[in-house]
């Protein structure tokens, strides 16, 4: 089992930048596939950001990519989500989530992962 705290969310002005940090607990984090899901108020919470356990397959949502960079590190028990050229769209709460299943579905739904942080409200002003 894990659990998954996330931290660095913030207001930022369009343009601006943000890190975004999720810590895990745990001694095999690098067992756990990892992803990044927001959730805008009214709406329902979608995919943005997927790297597997070791960091070498890493995928990104059509509307973030360019923008985002999710890297982890698994000495450290974390992951991050950089956040580049935010636009006012990108408000939302955003949250970390891991599974160690070997065949958890389709990364881009939240169906695929376990183990859910509470998440982190980023606010991009215009």
């Given amino acids: 089992q894990v659990q998954l705290v996330e931290s660095g969310g913030g207001l930022v002005q369009a343009g601006g930048s943000l890190r975004l940090s999720c810590a895990a607990s745990g001694r095999t984090f690098s067992n756990y596939g990892m992803g990044w899901f927001r959730q805008a108020p ?32 698994n000495a450290s028990n974390a992951m991050y989500l950089q956040m580049n050229s935010l636009k006012p769209e990108d408000t939302a709460a955003y949250y970390c989530a891991a599974t160690n299943r070997f065949n958890s579905g389709d990364y881009r739904y939240e169906y695929a ?5 509470l998440g982190t409200q980023v606010t991009v002003s215009s």
């Fill in 113 to 117: 992962y376990d183990y859910w942080g």
């Fill in 42 to 73: 009214g709406k329902e919470r979608e995919f943005v950001a997927r790297i597997s356990g070791s960091g070498r397959y890493i995928y990104y949502a059509d509307s973030v990519k360019g923008r985002f960079t999710v890297s982890r590190d």
